[in-house]
């Protein structure tokens, strides 16, 4: 018997409007190569809501000694969620698993045998990102992950499914900090990678799924938001160089210009596209989407449209690097998302 099979592992897969992909989630992890694990579904939809029926017939056909489904009596947030999962923990390693977000069937097993093997408390792998089950990109984690990255890359670990370490160090931290809506996994990212002992490996082992679902944030709240995050690691932006201090205020006017389109707000528009214009770093497409917000002869839908698409062409031309190329995986992913 592998001396590794003998350590549990907990998955917490926090719920909320997931109904349409949980099932695939929970599968993933059952169909895992590892076999000493437990699942802790943490259901954070309101209680007479409709979602939180359609999660509870779901689940009825988990009924199972390692699955775990806990019901908030209300609406918390996802930060909430995965603390109540980390608190009926009982695995020694803890992973999180987003409810539309899986795992390969070697995911666990790899991360256990490496954290043993290099003796290291957190593990990261490629995450491979399907977009409507057809556009594959690849997101490769730096092998050393500190505070400087975190700052300038919101999404270095891919997605808060990545998420893979030792129960014992989630706990030491506090978990995660509920005051946070969004930025969870970078708010607590930013306090692991001063104590995690970080593995990485170039596999892909988690596949992000998205399927024209975006949850898009209000602009208003991203802004208190990015505020509440900077105001908390203050410190670590000081030590950041005059460039890299620019370079993530760009970051967050690049989002902050996306969400004022989203928001049709023309004066946050214009906020975000000056700030943008004066340190040089606009993108073509934004230059282009400022034009045609003001064209009042074309249609504002119309308008997204055309943003969405430029932006997510450009996005893939810079970024995509297809999983196509690995058939068995390939061959999974479409099981999974069931492509023909």
Same mark, same amino acid.
């Given at each position: 018997?592998?001396?590794?099979?003998?350590?549990?592992?907990?998955v917490?897969i926090?719920?909320?409007?997931?109904?349409?992909?949980?099932?695939?989630a929970?599968?993933?992890?059952?169909?895992?190569t590892?076999?000493?694990?437990e699942?802790?579904?943490?259901?954070?939809?309101?209680? $007479?809501s409709i979602?939180?029926?359609?999660?509870?017939r779901?689940?009825?056909?988990?009924?199972?000694?390692?699955?775990k489904?806990?019901?908030?009596?209300?609406?918390k947030?996802?930060?909430?969620?995965?603390?109540?999962?980390?608190?009926?923990a009982?695995g020694?390693?803890?992973?999180?698993?987003?409810?539309?977000?899986?795992?390969?069937?070697d995911r666990?097993?790899?991360?256990?045998?490496?954290?043993?093997r290099?003796?290291k408390?957190?593990?990261?792998?490629?995450?491979?990102?399907?977009?409507?089950?057809?556009?594959c990109?690849?997101?490769?984690?730096?092998?050393?992950?500190?505070?400087?990255?975190?700052?300038?890359?919101?999404?270095? !670990?891919g997605t808060g499914?990545?998420?893979?370490?030792?129960?014992?160090?989630?706990?030491?931290?506090?978990?995660?900090?509920?005051?946070?809506?969004?930025?969870?996994d970078?708010?607590?990212?930013?306090?692991?990678?001063?104590?995690?002992?970080?593995y990485?490996?170039?596999e !892909?082992?988690?596949?992000?799924?998205?399927?024209?679902?975006?949850?898009v944030?209000?602009?208003?709240?991203?802004?208190?938001?990015?505020?509440?995050?900077?105001?908390?690691?203050?410190?670590?932006y000081?030590e950041?160089?005059?460039?890299?201090k620019?370079?993530?205020?760009?970051?967050?006017?690049?989002?902050?210009?996306?969400l004022?389109?989203?928001? $049709?707000?023309?004066?946050? !528009?214009? $906020?975000?596209?000056i700030?943008?214009k004066?340190?040089?770093?606009?993108?073509?497409?934004?230059?282009?989407?400022?034009?045609l917000?003001?064209?009042?002869? !074309?249609d504002?839908?119309?308008i997204?449209r055309v943003?969405?698409?430029?932006?997510y $062409?450009?996005?893939?031309?810079v970024?995509?690097?297809?999983?196509?190329?690995?058939?068995?995986?390939?061959q999974?992913?479409?099981?999974?998302?069931?492509?023909?």
């Amino acid at each position: 018997m592998d001396i590794n099979m003998n350590e549990l592992v907990s998955v917490v897969i926090p719920t909320y409007k997931g109904t349409r992909k949980i099932a695939r989630a929970i599968d993933s992890v059952l169909n895992s190569t590892y076999k000493n694990v437990e699942i802790i579904v943490v259901d954070d939809n309101e209680p $007479k809501s409709i979602e939180r029926f359609n999660t509870e017939r779901i689940m009825e056909k988990y009924r199972q000694e390692n699955v775990k489904y806990i019901k908030h009596d209300q609406n918390k947030n996802g930060s909430a969620a995965r603390n109540t999962g980390i608190n009926n923990a009982k695995g020694y390693y803890i992973a999180f698993l987003d409810d539309d977000d899986y795992y390969t069937t070697d995911r666990i097993q790899k991360a256990v045998d490496s954290l043993k093997r290099k003796k290291k408390n957190t593990f990261f792998s490629a995450v491979g990102v399907v977009r409507s089950g057809m556009n594959c990109s690849v997101t490769y984690i730096p092998q050393e992950i500190t505070a400087k990255q975190i700052l300038l890359n919101d999404k270095i !670990i891919g997605t808060g499914s990545n998420l893979f370490l030792e129960t014992k160090v989630v706990k030491e931290l506090g978990g995660f900090d509920e005051t946070f809506v969004r930025y969870q996994d970078r708010e607590f990212l930013m306090r692991l990678c001063k104590v995690g002992k970080i593995y990485v490996t170039d596999e !892909i082992l988690v596949i992000k799924s998205k399927n024209g679902q975006n949850n898009v944030p209000n602009i208003y709240k991203m802004k208190k938001t990015e505020e509440k995050f900077l105001e908390k690691f203050q410190m670590d932006y000081n030590e950041l160089s005059v460039e890299d201090k620019q370079n993530y205020l760009n970051r967050v006017n690049h989002v902050l210009f996306e969400l004022a389109l989203e928001a $049709k707000d023309k004066e946050e !528009i214009e $906020k975000s596209y000056i700030a943008l214009k004066d340190s040089k770093s606009l993108y073509c497409y934004e230059k282009l989407a400022f034009l045609l917000e003001r064209c009042s002869f !074309i249609d504002e839908k119309k308008i997204k449209r055309v943003f969405v698409y430029i932006v997510y $062409k450009v996005r893939n031309l810079v970024t995509a690097k297809t999983i196509k190329k690995n058939k068995g995986l390939w061959q999974y992913v479409k099981s999974m998302e069931r492509i023909n």
